[in-house]
């Protein structure tokens, strides 16, 4: 992996990861097109980067995080990452295995995208505006929709987040920033396990210009992803999701095709 490639891939998982159209199968699918080597540190880079994207939230809504008057917020985060958690450790070779085929990725934009054109008509009349509204059994059905990122990578897990916060009545801009609370615990709990295999299967990847590249992707990840966070709440709030609909269909539409001519290409 050269610098630019690595800068290329930090401002994709900046734009990406809280908007509703898959940061994993975008950032799997540029490193396709960009040539980059199946290897170690490769997949190391795209789960660590994340971490970027962590401090993106802690910094923006840092007052709800240093809050500790109010653990009930922290339960209901913890509450809602469990089935993650548990469900992305049994069913981690299954994951691995689905990023090799850009195929299944295209498909499930695809479909993504119809489900995002149509969400909007779905759940109407929200009543919920505030997190602290939530309650443990409704953080936890949310949970319980992230779980569809992680079955089928290229969903994304922002978009099933959202949905799922849609789903139990809350307003589209408490259900956009919930996802982006939970992606905390969620991101944190991907980047540790990530470090600690590269440390126990594959130390000597951690060289000195590959920590650099990390610590220069994640600062790039961060900044993007601030100016990411605050355009998608504004743009969500006021549109809603219908665009962010089509761009997917596009997407794995021109991806399908691309691969059904006969083409072909490797993801990480």
Same mark, same amino acid.
């Given at each position: 992996m050269s610098l630019f490639q690595a800068v290329i891939i930090a401002i994709i998982e900046g734009i990406t990861e809280f908007l509703p159209i898959s940061s994993t199968g975008h950032m799997a699918l540029a490193s396709a097109f960009l040539g980059i080597e199946k290897e170690p540190f490769t997949k190391l880079f795209i789960e660590n980067i994340q971490f970027g994207a962590i401090i993106s939230v802690l910094l923006i809504y840092w007052r +709800? %995080?240093?809050? %500790?008057? *109010?653990?009930? #917020?922290?339960?209901?985060? #913890?509450?809602?990452?469990?089935?993650?958690a548990i469900v992305g450790l049994l069913i981690k070779k299954h994951i691995d295995n689905v990023l090799e +085929?850009?195929?299944?990725?295209?498909?499930?934009? @695809?479909?993504?995208?119809?489900?995002?054109?149509f969400v909007d008509n779905w759940f109407k009349n929200p009543n919920l505006e505030k997190v602290e509204e939530v309650s443990y059994k409704k953080s936890l059905i949310i949970g319980v929709f992230q779980l569809l990122a992680i079955i089928f990578p290229g %969903? !994304? &897990? !922002?978009?099933?987040?959202?949905?799922?916060?849609? *789903? *139990? +009545?809350?307003? &589209?801009?408490? /259900? /956009?920033?919930?996802? %982006?609370?939970?992606?905390?615990?969620?991101?944190?709990?991907? @980047? /540790? +396990? !990530?470090?600690? =295999?590269?440390?126990? =299967?594959?130390?000597?990847?951690?060289?000195?210009?590959?920590?650099? @590249?990390?610590?220069?992707?994640?600062l790039i990840a961060f900044v993007v992803a601030i100016i990411a966070i605050k355009a998608f709440i504004a743009y969500l709030t006021k549109y809603g999701f219908r665009a962010f609909g089509y761009y997917r269909i596009i997407v794995g539409l021109a991806i399908i095709i691309f691969l059904a001519l006969g083409n072909n290409f490797t993801i990480l």
């Open positions: +709800k %995080f240093i809050d %500790f008057k *109010q653990f009930s #917020f922290y339960l209901k985060l #913890f509450i809602a990452f469990l089935p993650a +085929k850009p195929m299944f990725i295209a498909v499930v934009m @695809f479909l993504g995208g119809i489900i995002l054109i %969903f !994304s &897990r !922002s978009a099933a987040t959202i949905i799922g916060g849609m *789903q *139990q +009545k809350l307003t &589209r801009k408490l /259900a /956009a920033e919930f996802s %982006f609370f939970l992606a905390v615990p969620t991101l944190a709990g991907a @980047f /540790a +396990k !990530s470090l600690w =295999d590269a440390h126990k =299967d594959n130390p000597e990847i951690l060289t000195h210009q590959n920590v650099m @590249f990390l610590i220069t992707g994640n």
